[in-house]
């Protein structure tokens, strides 16, 4: 059984966006040398991607780490997320996610469509179960650079900015995210242990 580190990848994407920032944070978790475990929920529309497995509460207390990802819907996480934090309250009593690195994404069409209320609101599940919350720093020299997603709240794209795929900036600090995210849990994993 391996013995890295696990980042749990909770996502939801209909249209491919949230999930080409899953793969980036995925890339940067990995670059760590921890362990990406890609998770979805089940979704109201039939159009969802269902590549990855559905979330299961056992995730919650198999990770190290989790990074939480969403299109940006009225400027609040997509239903489908809210409700699965709505079944963790077994979890949240026990503390199972206490102390564990956690951080956010999303993906939105316009510039100033919501996002940073999206990722700000998204933090605050996490922080109820008690998870130590990271975002992006400014020591990223794209943070300063992008012209389209990527915020001190969480890694981001814009579709009507960056176009179908993610530019290279957001592409990089989502890749810093996980990286970062991976980091933390292993120190504080190391820590625990001695
Ligand atoms: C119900 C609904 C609400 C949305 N609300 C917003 C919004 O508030 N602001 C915005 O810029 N885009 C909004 N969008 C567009 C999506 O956030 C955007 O297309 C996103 O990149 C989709 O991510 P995905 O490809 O991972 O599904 C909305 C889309 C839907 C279907």
């Known amino acids: 059984m391996s013995t890295a580190v696990q980042v749990l990848v909770l996502y939801y994407s209909r249209g491919g966006s949230t ?8 890339n940067g978790i990995e670059k760590a040398g921890a ?3 890609m998770r979805t929920v089940a979704s109201d529309d039939e159009a969802a991607s269902a590549r990855d497995l559905i979330v299961a509460n056992e995730d919650l207390q198999q990770c190290d780490a989790l990074v939480l990802g969403s299109p940006t819907r009225f400027g609040h996480m997509a239903s489908g ?3 699965f934090w709505e079944t963790t309250s077994r979890d949240w009593l026990k503390g199972v996610l206490v102390d ?3 951080a956010v994404f ?3 069409s316009s510039m100033h469509g919501g996002q940073e209320s999206t990722l700000l609101s998204m933090m605050v599940p996490l922080l109820h179960h008690g998870m130590m919350v990271l975002g992006i720093p400014y020591t990223e020299p794209e943070l300063q650079q992008t012209e389209s997603g990527g915020s001190p ?3 981001s794209h814009v579709e009507h ?7 290279r900036h957001e592409l990089t600090l989502a890749e810093q995210l996980g990286y970062r995210v991976a980091r933390a849990a292993q120190r504080y994993s190391k820590e625990n242990a001695s």
Do not use: F, H, N
């Open 153 to 155: 709240y969480g890694a």
């Open 161 to 167: 900015a960056a176009g179908p795929r993610l530019s």
């Open 81 to 83: 997320l809210q409700r």
């Open 100 to 102: 564990k690195p956690a």
């Open 106 to 108: 999303t993906s939105s």
């Open 35 to 37: 362990e990406a475990m």
């Open 19 to 26: 999930q080409q920032l899953a793969d980036a944070i995925a």
